[in-house]
DNA sequence: CCTGGCACTCCAGTGACGCGAGTGCCAGTT
DNA sequence: AACTGGCACTCGCGTCACTGGAGTGCCAGG
């Protein structure tokens, strides 16, 4: 073993005790725990190489060490390994999301699990819009000149419109209008549904026209609103548990956690196809009331068509290689459930 | 002035200043502060008194006092007067709440609201399914055997199922079913709807019944799922900012809050009807999570009509007053603008 | 390049102590 | 009977000095 070989082995014997008791680790501490085969002396010296290139640091002179946010990145990149997920765990999984009824239902229970099993925030953000596809369009005449116009998504989303076209439109009328809509519609990306649609009224008789024009614009309506925005928390209570890990108060990271635009940028940031586990370790996460917390988070859907995104946040001193694990193995599960 | 109404004068005059500085109050600082009209030493005896009778107790011997959960109570009961909202609070809720586009933006925005009056945490139901009547129902045919039946209420909610119906029904036998389920639903509410529909499948031929059946079966599903049960909160931030108020960490109160079932039920409990503010404390609330705070709610809906509840929680040691302003207001407001 | 030894630093915990706010009680006054 | 001023007492809190121990950096020797 190389003595950088043996400084990283250090680093991350101190990032694992450290996530353990909470507590600076000094090197005595450190040598009776790990079997580094070398004396506190050789280990005081890695420690003092270790925080002149910046991956621990000291709270005080004379106290142990703790590892700063380069350190934990240097451990999640190259010293960490990933912890399978227990045989109980798996099967929670399994149980709790095999009997949800609709995708309200799969996200509710997909966040609260997640909280569960990592003992963090769990964040899940609702299948986008833009990235999934029509599946079909309906128009249903209610009363007094007013249809309702309903979009349905395979992600299982829909969205509904009451529009006012001021007269009653007919049957056949409504009937033509929707096979074309459909016709136009369906299977199409909604970013391109616009679009694809836009034709459609001028194939029609032109006293037929404004009514279909009427649709059109809240089928637009559906389609712009950025429902795909919405993000579930859950969890928060492990934030509390875990608030004297945070130098300043727990407030900051609650406000920060209600901004909910805050989280969406930072999930749409991470580079993290379907089944990528990506973190945003403390600074890394640009928002100050996150600067001493860290995310893992994944995309879910079909493997290159990342529909959304879900993970958890903690923390900076976390059990990565769990919730990494955790966080990978929900996204997979979900995916093979929305693909059904 | 008599010496009783002198006592109540001192326990109103305990529970404000008492709210304001977060500390004991004791009888020398309560008559500097407050015009009583008499020394010290008579605010004590009346304090050993209002002490007796439990309305405030001393944290220890020579401290201050106090106000107890029924201190407070009194307190809201009979001495605490109304504080109207200032004119830029009315403002801030038209501004805001005047331009929601749908119920769900109606209810986020309310809560939001809520939360940034009272600095509290703010707690909305979403109206409830059991009490809205029956709009349209919609039967949409999807693919393969699969329709979509769609439940749209006088609230605006939409609830939607897809079901397999197994062979692809004719576009004649859906209207036919659509027409009649609509004659039978249409404007009842949505607890009697399945007594008014159970005879429908029996007035069609017998080779359609197991279509109407199947159909029915997802109807019944839409109206049971307790999606009514759905709460949103914001404001969670604040607690941590009154953090120091709670004697146990905040974590437990957090976790209160997640169980939305123990809020519902919370809500559910007190008697508010629309435009009633009802106020629980401490111990009142009959939940050890809570036992350290208050709910201040209301009804919102029309009069003898309650749709759903809204209000905030924080600690016992609000400032009543204020909050009760803010939610009456808010849910005046709302109420309004659901009745249009 | 590793190791044991050594001097140094500094936090955290402890106990002593005085201050001040607050109380309860009592005797005197209105 | 109710209020008041006075007085002795209690007790939490902040300050301070002190100390033990964990931890470090450095150095000389293997």
């Given at each position: ?14 990032v ?74 798996r ?52 009363s ?46 909604l ?23 009427s ?11 950025d ?54 370790i ?53 995916s ?5």
């Amino acid at each position: 073993m190389s003595t950088e070989d043996r400084r990283l082995a250090v680093l991350r014997a101190i990032v694992e005790d450290y996530v353990h008791s909470r507590e600076p680790v000094g090197s005595k501490a450190l040598a009776e725990r790990h079997a580094l085969g070398v004396s506190p002396a050789t280990i005081r010296n890695d420690m003092a190489a270790l925080e002149d290139e910046g991956y621990i640091a000291q709270p005080h002179t004379s106290a142990g060490r703790v590892p700063t946010d380069k350190g934990y990145r240097m451990f999640v990149d190259r010293l960490s390994t990933v912890k399978p997920l227990s045989m109980a765990e798996r099967r929670a999984i399994h149980l709790l999301l095999d009997d949800a009824v609709d995708l309200d239902d799969v996200v509710n229970r997909t966040v609260r699990l997640l909280a569960q099993l990592t003992r963090q925030v769990a964040v899940v953000q609702y299948p986008s819009l833009t990235r999934s596809t029509v599946r079909h369009v309906e128009l249903v005449p209610l009363s007094a000149g007013r249809l309702l116009v309903v979009l349905i998504t395979n992600t299982g989303r829909v969205e509904q419109r009451v529009v006012d076209v001021g007269e009653d439109p007919s049957e056949a009328l409504l009937g033509e209008i929707r096979a074309r809509l459909n016709a136009a519609a369906c299977g199409r990306r909604l970013s391109q549904v616009s679009a694809a649609l836009a034709g459609v009224p001028e194939t029609l008789a032109p006293e037929d026209r404004p009514v279909a024009r009427s649709v059109l614009e809240a089928l637009e309506d559906s389609l712009k609103i950025d429902r795909e925005e919405r993000i579930v928390l859950a969890g928060t209570a492990n934030l509390a548990r875990a608030g004297i890990d945070f130098q300043g108060s727990i407030s900051t990271v609650l406000e920060a956690l209600e901004e909910q635009v805050v989280l969406l940028k930072l999930l749409s940031e991470m580079s993290i196809d379907a089944g990528i586990v990506g973190v945003r370790i403390g600074h890394e996460t640009a928002h100050a009331g996150l600067s001493e917390t860290a995310v893992v988070a994944s995309g879910y859907g079909s493997p290159g068509e990342v529909v959304a995104r879900l993970g958890v946040l903690g923390p900076t001193r976390m059990d990565y290689p769990t919730s990494i694990a955790a966080v990978r193995a929900v996204a997979r599960y979900v995916s093979r459930i929305l693909a059904s």
